[in-house]
């Protein structure tokens, strides 16, 4: 490796920090087979913050309805050929309490945006979960809502809450997700921060007009939004999108990604998401070993994860592969730890509204 980038990611280790041009030399010049010190400097931080633990999420996909359009996402509202599903409240318990007995102390409620699910359904929904099933964290992903729907939610007593901001180019976020706009989503997610929730963002890697120099806009904007936690995955376009016939993101430029964030927030709780796994069959062991300490396996029901397809082929296990999960935590040399996992330095706070 020659010199400029290991004194590069040196000083991105003791600094957790790098200026654009710094960020934009590593993302032309770091290839995967030479990353192994940024990888071992990824480690290293990770450790001294959550040792070799790594939490685990159980996510119930519970409706994939959506009012959205996005150009890649197999559940998209044009998409005629989905057979869309809801799963009633009591379906989700079920889920929950499958997930609770197994060990799972996260519960991970995905879904499209679905407006379905009113804010009085969801509080109910989340109220029943922390009653029954004391010490599970609830975390949300379903997407935009008003600050009223997100406060009412937080005050019910989920804990977390993923809201992807899929790019933080405006020009590619209004080509690919129609009818949205960018300046909303980061809203959202400032709202979700003030709110209270543990709160997640993340961006796509692969999307057709993404350049490194938007990669390290990437890292700047999250560095600075300065999130709970940070889901990236690489795009897997579904064929019956508009994004089709469009390469998959790179697995290898992901993991290089998700180790230059370990090192931007060192504390940050940082999933080796879905995507990756389904990509590549070592995708945990390769994201573990490059910072990454939260895997999330998708648990739904096995009907229903066929039917959330917002890509082929997506990885999913069911409750009795804790074990398999276990063995390949403990051969990447990380311990899986059972806990509710949560950001280290969060304890809940007052809501504002
Ligand atoms: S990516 Fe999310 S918001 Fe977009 S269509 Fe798919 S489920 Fe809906």
Redesign the pocket.
């Known amino acids: 490796m020659e010199k400029k980038l290991k004194g590069l990611l040196a000083k991105l280790y003791r600094k957790n920090f790098l200026e654009k041009p710094e960020l934009l030399y590593l993302l032309e010049n770091i290839t995967y087979r030479d990353a192994g010190l940024l990888f071992a400097y990824a480690r290293k931080t990770r450790v001294k913050t959550y040792q070799r633990k790594v939490y685990l999420r159980s996510v119930v996909e519970f409706s ?1 309805h ?5 150009w ?6 044009e998409n005629k050929k989905v057979e869309r599903y809801r799963l009633p409240p009591e379906t989700i318990l079920a889920c929950c309490a499958s997930a609770y007995q197994a060990g799972y102390r996260t519960i991970v409620l995905q ?3 679905d407006e379905f699910y009113t804010a009085a359904v969801l509080a109910d929904l989340i109220q029943t979960i922390k009653r029954e099933y004391p010490g599970m964290a609830v975390t949300l992903s379903i ?2 809502a008003s600050r009223e729907k997100y406060y009412r939610l937080y005050q019910a007593g989920a804990d977390r809450f993923l809201l992807r901001h ?1 790019t933080i180019a405006t020009d590619l976020y209004e080509r690919y ?1 129609p009818g ?1 706009n960018l300046q909303q989503r980061l809203q959202c997610l400032k709202e979700l921060k003030e709110i209270g929730f543990q709160t997640g963002a993340g961006f796509i890697v692969g999307l057709p007009g993404q350049t490194n120099e938007i990669l390290a806009e990437e890292l700047l904007f999250l560095t600075e939004f300065s999130p709970d936690m940070v889901g990236i995955g690489p795009l897997i376009p579904h064929p019956e999108t508009p994004l089709g016939k469009s390469p998959a993101g790179s697995v290898e430029k992901t993991v290089i990604l998700l180790a230059l964030i370990r090192l931007l927030l060192p504390e940050v709780l940082l999933p080796v998401t879905t995507a990756v796994n389904t990509l590549d069959k070592y995708g945990w062991e390769k994201g573990l070993a490059a910072g990454a300490n939260v895997i999330m396996p998708v648990v739904s029901p096995a009907e229903c994860r066929r039917k959330y397809e ?1 890509y082929k082929n997506k990885a999913g296990v069911d409750y009795a592969a804790l074990p398999e999960i276990k063995k390949r935590v403990e051969n990447a040399g990380f311990e899986l730890d059972m806990s509710r996992g949560d950001h280290c330095k969060r304890l809940r706070p007052a809501a504002i509204i």
């Open positions: 994939n959506c009012r959205n359009n996005c890649y996402c197999g559940i998209r509202r879904s499209g945006e997407g935009e899929e997700h949205m917002i």
